[in-house]
């Protein structure tokens, strides 16, 4: 069962703007994480935040979290043609989390052009 | 690094073969979990496994079966492999960790693209 939505599903950017992707989910959480897929690859785990952070940042990504309104974004700040990828939020549930379970969105394709 | 290893990138099955997807783990992780991706609609779930020789089905077990009698080892298997089962496989693993700290953080192998003919 999807616990996260991403908006949008696809988002096509110049390099060096700004990109942003919207993340929703239905149910409290221990924590939310966003991955990023290559074409035709598996999934590579970018950043977690956990319920009672607001904001968290790693290098160009900024992620914000809102539990009030059980929504996450992922910024990517002065995109990369090299960005271009699927990116997918996740979450756990804080109850009935059963072992180490996930639960994914749909993605948000993003396409940053040189 | 943890590194995820599926057999295959890709492979090719005609309908009604059984087929046996494996998945290898170097880091000592509990959890291991099988998807599977279609355009459209995101990862699903098929089998988890949380130690050896347990599993727990997930949202799509239907026609797959699962085996860990290794901890470092999970196979998916398809018993009579159909049209619908063509689809990207994803192998993923985690640590298991106390509940209250628990981050999760999946590992994915980069795939196997399964057509049956």
């Known amino acids: 069962s999807q616990q996260g939505e991403e908006d949008p599903q696809a988002l096509s950017i110049q390099e060096g703007e700004n990109a942003t992707m919207n993340c929703s989910y239905k149910?409290?959480?221990?924590?939310l994480q966003w991955y990023r897929q290559n074409s035709g690859r598996g999934l590579v785990h970018l950043i977690l935040i956990r319920s009672n952070e607001r904001e968290k940042h790693s290098g160009r990504l900024r992620v914000t979290l809102d539990t009030s309104k059980k929504s996450s974004s992922l910024l990517i700040t002065a995109s990369r043609a090299a960005d271009t990828a699927s990116y997918f939020c996740a979450t756990d549930r804080d109850r009935g989390s059963t072992l180490g379970r996930l639960y994914f969105g749909r993605g948000t394709q993003l396409t940053v052009w040189p | 690094d943890v590194k995820v290893t599926q057999s295959s990138r890709y492979l090719v099955k005609r309908t009604g073969e059984k087929v046996f997807l494996e998945c290898v783990q170097d880091m000592d992780h509990e959890n291991m979990f099988w998807y599977r991706q279609d355009p459209g609609l995101g990862l699903r779930l098929i089998y988890f496994?949380?130690?050896?020789?347990?599993?727990e089905k997930g949202d799509i077990p239907e026609g797959y079966s699962v085996s860990r009698e290794k901890k470092e080892r999970f196979s998916l298997i398809l018993e009579s492999a159909s049209t619908n089962q063509t689809s990207m496989y994803l192998c993923?693993?985690?640590?298991?960790?106390?509940?209250?700290?628990?981050?999760?953080?999946?590992?994915f192998g980069a795939g196997t693209r399964l057509s049956v003919l």
């Open positions: 496994s949380y130690d050896v020789k347990m599993k």
């Open positions: 993923a693993s985690s640590l298991r960790q106390g509940f209250v700290r628990a981050k999760n953080i999946q590992y």
């Open positions: 149910t409290s959480i221990n924590n």
